[in-house]
């Protein structure tokens, strides 16, 4: 069983930059995609970011196209996502998952095999 756990939320004002990091468990995360996921209050977890196994393709939700970036470091077993220009509206919990398909892209949370606890990110206004 995989292991994920995130860190690196916290509260930022708008404008500000967080970035968020998951540590993987296990011999095998290399061959694992990896997405970012949130989930705001009394919403659904949504996609935020993918990549996939070895860095290659990089994909973002539309909301943070620009403003996030995503990557990972393999010999690690670290992967990152960079918030910049954040805004109240991405307020939200938010989840590192592993995808064992590790090409393409691959938004729907059931694609995903191994989730993290979640890290509790607040952008104030």
């Known amino acids: 069983q995989v292991q994920l756990v995130e860190s690196g939320g916290g509260l930022v004002q708008a404008g500000g930059s967080l970035r968020l990091s998951c540590a993987a468990s296990g011999r095998t995360f290399s061959n694992y995609a990896m997405g970012w996921f949130r989930q705001a209050p009394g919403k659904e977890r949504e996609f935020v970011s993918r990549v996939t196994w070895n860095g290659g393709s990089l994909y973002y939700a539309d909301s943070v196209k620009g403003r996030f970036i995503i990557s990972r470091d393999n010999v690690k077993n670290m992967v990152y996502l960079q918030m910049n220009s954040l805004k109240p509206e991405d307020t939200a919990v938010y989840f590192c998952?592993?995808?064992?398909?590790?090409?393409?892209?691959?938004?729907?949370?059931?694609?995903?095999?191994?989730w993290g606890q979640g890290t509790q990110v607040t952008v104030s206004s």
């Open positions: 998952a592993a995808d064992r398909y590790s090409n393409g892209l691959r938004r729907a949370l059931a694609n995903y095999d191994y």
